[in-house]
C-alpha cells in the first residue's frame, strides 16, 4: 500500500512516500523566506509551494524508487491552514488524482500531527492523550479511535508556538524563535526577579491562554535598557519558557487524573523543546511518547500516515478547502 502525502498549509512544502505506514522517502523544505518578514506571510508561501511542490514531488518519487502509477492513494492536507498554501496542495493532489486515476483523500492537518506520533511508536494503542503544540493550535486531545477525538482544552488566544515566536520577536530572535529561546534558556541561570505569570482559567477548565502572558513580558521590557535585556535575555527566556511549559504540564496532570490515561503523546512544533519533553516525562505516571524533530514540526509524512488509517478505517473522503476548519 503505497500512499504519497503532501502537506502545504504553512510555511513548509513537504511531500513523503509511505509504503504499509513505513516511511520510504520523504522531503520537506522550509520556507526561510519568511525570517525577512518576522513571520509567515501567506502570498509568499503559496507563490514558494507552486515552485517547490512538483520537484519535491518527483524528488521522493525518484527516492523510493517508484513511478505514480505505483501509488494507490494520495493523502493531502486539507484543512486548516492558509487558504492560498493549503489551494496549492490540494490543486496538485487533485491533479495527480484526475490525470492518473490515483485514489485521493482530505487530511485535517491536526489529525496529522496526531498520527506523527504512530510513524516511530506503531505499539501506540488507544485511549491515549495527545497534546498538540504548534504554531498554529494548543490542544489537549483525548484520542479513543481513528476520527474518535475529545478536545478536553484548548488556548483561548494565541498558540504556544505563536507566544513563543512572539516574545522571541520582542527578544530580537529571528523567526520562528522557538528554538533559539530553548538555547538561550538552557544556559542562562534563572533570575528570581524575573518571573512572569501563568494564566489561571476557570476553575474545572482544561483551556490554556497565553495572550496576558505576552502582555506581561511586553510591559517587562518597557522602557529598559537594550544593554539590560541583551544581559538578561537568558533568564528572560528561561522565565517565559517555564510559564508556558508549566501550564501546559499543568493542565495534562489535570487530564492524565481525570481521565485516568497514562499514555500521552506530544507532537507539533513545540513538542521539539527538550526541557517541554522532560517536564511532561516527569509529570507523568504512564508514558510519553514524542515523535523525533523532524516529524513533530509540519511533513508530509504524517499526513500520509493519517491516510493510511483513513484507509483502513474506509473513510477517504474528496478534499474540502477548509482553513478555518478544526479537527
Ligand atoms: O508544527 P509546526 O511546524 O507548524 C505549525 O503547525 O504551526 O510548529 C512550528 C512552531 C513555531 O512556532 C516554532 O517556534 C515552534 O514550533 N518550535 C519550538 C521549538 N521548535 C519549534 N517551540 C519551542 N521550542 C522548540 N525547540
Ligand atoms: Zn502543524
Not at 491536526?110 to 493550535?137: I, K, Q, R, T, W
Not at 486531545?141 to 522571541?168: P, R
Not at 483551556?207 to 544593554?227: E, H, I, Q, W
Amino acid at each position: 500500500m503505497n500512499i504519497l502525502g503532501i502537506e502545504t498549509s504553512c510555511d513548509e512544502t513537504s511531500v513523503a512516500l509511505l509504503t504499509d505506514g513505513i516511511i520510504v522517502a520523504s522531503r520537506t523544505y522550509t520556507q526561510e523566506v519568511h525570517t525577512l518578514y518576522g513571520g509567515v506571510v501567506p502570498e509568499v508561501a503559496s507563490r514558494a509551494h507552486l515552485d517547490k511542490i512538483e520537484p519535491l514531488c518527483k524528488q521522493v518519487l525518484a527516492e523510493a524508487g517508484i513511478s505514480l502509477s505505483d501509488i494507490n492513494l494520495v493523502a493531502v492536507t486539507d484543512s486548516p491552514g492558509l487558504a492560498g498554501a493549503l489551494l496549492v496542495g490540494v490543486g496538485f493532489a487533485l491533479g495527480l488524482h484526475v490525470g492518473w486515476g490515483i485514489p485521493i483523500t482530505g487530511i485535517n492537518h491536526l489529525e496529522g500531527h496526531l498520527y506523527s506520533a504512530f510513524l516511530e511508536y506503531p505499539e501506540l494503542s488507544y485511549p491515549f492523550l495527545s497534546l498538540a503544540v504548534s504554531g498554529g493550535h494548543t490542544a489537549i486531545y483525548k484520542v479513543n479511535a481513528y476520527g474518535s477525538y475529545q478536545c478536553l482544552g484548548k488556548t483561548v488566544d494565541d498558540a504556544a508556538g505563536e507566544a513563543f515566536d512572539k516574545i522571541g520577536k520582542m527578544l530580537g530572535f529571528a523567526y520562528p524563535a522557538g528554538r533559539a529561546i530553548e538555547e538561550a534558556a538552557q544556559s542562562a541561570d534563572s533570575d528570581p526577579a524575573i518571573v512572569f505569570p501563568i494564566a489561571k482559567m476557570k476553575s474545572g477548565s482544561l483551556n490554556f491562554s497565553f495572550s496576558g502572558l505576552k502582555t506581561a513580558v511586553r510591559y517587562y521590557l518597557n522602557g529598559k535598557d537594550p544593554v539590560f535585556i541583551k544581559e538578561h535575555r537568558g533568564a528572560l527566556c528561561k522565565a517565559f519558557q517555564h510559564a508556558v511549559l508549566s501550564a501546559l504540564v499543568n493542565n495534562c496532570k489535570t487530564a492524565m487524573q481525570e481521565t485516568g490515561i497514562t499514555t500521552m503523546t506530544l507532537v507539533g512544533g513545540v513538542a521539539c523543546n527538550g526541557a517541554l519533553r522532560k517536564a511532561l516525562s516527569a509529570a507523568c505516571p504512564g508514558k510519553v511518547y514524542y515523535p523525533s524533530p523532524r516529524l513533530c514540526t509540519d511533513n508530509a509524512a504524517m499526513i500520509a500516515r493519517a491516510g493510511y488509517e483513513c484507509f483502513l478505517n474506509n473513510k477517504q473522503r474528496l478534499p474540502k478547502m477548509d482553513p478555518n476548519a478544526d479537527i
